[in-house]
């Protein structure tokens, strides 16, 4: 049964699977199913090696290669969904979760922000975030996030990264409280002092400035004194 981890009501969370025939190019496609309204699944298949395909939500889209089968198994994969406010955290938009029992070779992520364009700065900006150390079903990182390799289709409004195991995974433009001052993507210390040291004060300048300065006045860095000799006057003798 597939149900959404990352609520405390724990609701169906629809799937949609397609089983292709392994090889990496998603062409032939053997089997498909999907859950019904309680987040049921049954899919029968042969003994085989799959590239699959499963989308969550009709939203975002796991796709893991050369995952063999070929004993029954129950609840394979399992997900959580959550957005930026559910975790604490308002610059991210969404975030995805998840387990498996299944072996599989590498994988991708592709993750729709369409419902979140109003909350992006700069789509150039945005990026797939992992927690390597997330605690699947209560919403929290023993670590920190960090930053992954992202496509960013700004026309459709998705993002994917190459993934080599289940986790934790936010979409975002940077993330406060990650230990990297993000400056490349937006993030200040007015935003996050956290990751962002404020920027260096500059020291007052002292002594006189545009005037008839004192002989030892004190001038700003980088100006030195120019000293010139003082002329003399030779008055002729009468």
């Not at 032939?28 to 085989?48: C, F, K, P, R």
């Not at 700003?220 to 003399?232: A, D, L, S």
Request: aromatic letters at 10%; a negative charge; one cysteine or more.
């Amino acid at each position: 049964q597939s149900l959404d981890y990352e609520k405390s009501t724990r609701p169906a969370l629809p799937l949609e699977f397609k089983f292709y025939e392994y090889g990496g190019t998603l062409s032939n496609l053997l089997y498909s199913g999907q859950t019904d309204a309680v987040g049921m699944y049954n899919i029968t298949l042969n003994a085989y090696t799959f590239d699959i395909s499963i989308t969550i939500n009709s939203k975002d889209k796991v796709t893991l290669y050369t995952v063999p089968i070929s004993t029954d198994v129950y609840n394979p994969v399992v997900f959580g969904t959550f957005s930026g406010d559910e975790y604490g955290h308002k610059e991210i938009l969404k975030g995805i979760s998840g387990e498996t029992i299944l072996n599989f070779s590498s994988g991708t992520l592709t993750m729709d922000y369409s419902d979140y364009t109003s909350k992006v700065s700069n789509a150039d900006n945005l990026a797939i975030y992992v927690c390597h150390n997330w605690v699947f079903g209560s919403l929290t990182c023993n670590g920190n996030w960090t930053r992954l390799g992202t496509t960013v289709d700004k026309i459709n409004k998705l993002v994917s990264t190459n993934i080599s195991s289940f986790s934790a995974y936010v979409i975002a433009e940077y993330i406060c409280g990650n230990g990297v001052c993000e400056t490349a993507y937006g993030e200040s210390n007015a935003i996050c002092p956290q990751d962002c040291a404020p920027p260096p004060t500059v020291p007052p300048v002292t002594g006189a400035v545009g005037g008839v300065g004192g002989v030892g006045a004190a001038l700003p860095p980088g100006f030195e004194r120019e000293v010139r000799p003082v002329p003399t006057l030779v008055m002729p003798s009468s």
